[in-house]
């Protein structure tokens, strides 16, 4: 498996090098041209690190605000079929919707601060989060929600020890997904509107084209979403090691 994807990288690296030698700096970067351009941001100068930080500074804010109103959203719409009516048509309306419609209203209110990025993020990631939530609410065993009322539990009781541990697989997988879906809000808002962060650090060096340069955070990103995808699977086979999506990873892993 290894063999086969070493040669492939490698074919990768010479279709690179082959496509741009003969061509202006401006329009594309050598591979040599790209390790020059990622060993001086990484190394000589460290400019990489600054946006990095910015970077998943929004990530992690995004991700935490939207597992904080995710979660009680999802399992009032999943427990009370009331709110489920009252909310679930704004729910589907704005999941449904390219979130980046908002931008250009998005930064009227709130112009290019960090608070724009943090909503463009929490609006990206906090549907899949509502959404798993809510489903795995409404497939609690009402046997085990029986169980609890005849030991005279109250709706608080209830919900603390029997639907919230029955419901983790599907909120785990909606953070899950949540944390892909804000990784990419991240990036996107930053190329959309800002100069801050690793798409900003894009622009910029676009803007000066710099091209070998722009592939540094490119990468960087690309990088970025594997480790969070890596994560994510791991803290959910922590997680929720009992469900049969956890124990397949962990058997292909």
Same mark, same amino acid.
């Given at each position: 498996?290894?063999?086969? $994807?070493?040669?492939?990288?490698?074919?990768?690296?010479?279709?690179?090098? +082959?496509?741009?030698?003969?061509?202006?700096?401006?329009?594309?970067?050598?591979?040599?041209?790209?390790?020059?351009?990622?060993?001086?941001?990484?190394?000589?100068?460290?400019?990489?690190?600054?946006?990095?930080?910015? /970077?998943? =500074?929004?990530?992690?804010?995004?991700?935490?605000? /939207?597992?904080?109103?995710?979660?009680?959203?999802?399992?009032?719409?999943?427990?009370? $079929? /009331?709110? =489920?009516?009252?909310?679930?048509?704004?729910?589907?309306?704005?999941?449904?919707?390219?979130?980046?419609?908002?931008?250009?209203?998005?930064?009227?209110? +709130?112009?290019? &601060?960090? =608070?724009? &990025?943090?909503?463009?993020?929490?609006?990206?990631?906090?549907?899949?989060?509502?959404?798993?939530?809510?489903?795995?609410?409404?497939?609690?065993? =009402?046997?085990? +929600?029986?169980?609890?009322?005849?030991?005279?539990?109250?709706?608080?009781?209830?919900? $603390?020890?029997?639907? +919230?541990?029955?419901?983790?697989?599907?909120?785990?997988?909606?953070? $899950?997904?949540?944390?892909?879906?804000?990784?990419?809000?991240?990036?996107?808002?930053?190329?959309?509107?800002? #100069?801050?962060?690793?798409?900003?650090?894009?622009?910029?060096?676009?803007?000066?084209?710099?091209?070998?340069?722009?592939?540094?955070?490119?990468?960087?990103?690309?990088?970025?979403?594997?480790?969070?995808?890596?994560?994510?699977?791991?803290? #959910? &086979?922590?997680?929720?090691?009992?469900?049969?999506?956890? #124990?397949?990873? &962990?058997?292909?892993?």
């Amino acid at each position: 498996m290894w063999l086969v $994807r070493i040669v492939t990288f490698l074919i990768i690296l010479g279709i690179w090098q +082959l496509w741009a030698q003969h061509k202006q700096k401006a329009i594309a970067a050598t591979p040599k041209e790209f390790v020059q351009a990622v060993w001086h941001q990484l190394v000589t100068d460290g400019t990489f690190f600054g946006p990095l930080w910015s /970077s998943m =500074e929004a990530f992690v804010l995004g991700v935490g605000l /939207s597992l904080l109103i995710g979660i009680p959203v999802g399992i009032a719409m999943g427990r009370w $079929r /009331s709110v =489920e009516h009252t909310i679930d048509p704004y729910v589907s309306f704005l999941y449904a919707i390219p979130h980046v419609a908002f931008v250009p209203i998005m930064i009227v209110w +709130l112009g290019f &601060r960090l =608070e724009f &990025r943090l909503a463009y993020v929490v609006i990206s990631a906090v549907f899949p989060v509502i959404i798993n939530t809510m489903t795995g609410v409404k497939a609690v065993d =009402e046997q085990l +929600l029986d169980a609890g009322k005849s030991f005279c539990a109250d709706e608080k009781t209830l919900v $603390r020890t029997v639907i +919230l541990p029955s419901a983790s697989p599907y909120i785990v997988a909606g953070g $899950r997904q949540a944390m892909s879906a804000a990784w990419v809000g991240v990036v996107v808002a930053e190329v959309l509107s800002t #100069q801050d962060g690793l798409g900003g650090l894009i622009n910029k060096y676009s803007d000066e084209f710099l091209t070998a340069d722009m592939y540094v955070p490119i990468i960087g990103i690309m990088v970025i979403a594997v480790t969070i995808q890596f994560f994510a699977g791991w803290l #959910q &086979r922590k997680l929720t090691p009992w469900t049969n999506a956890a #124990q397949r990873e &962990r058997e292909g892993g």
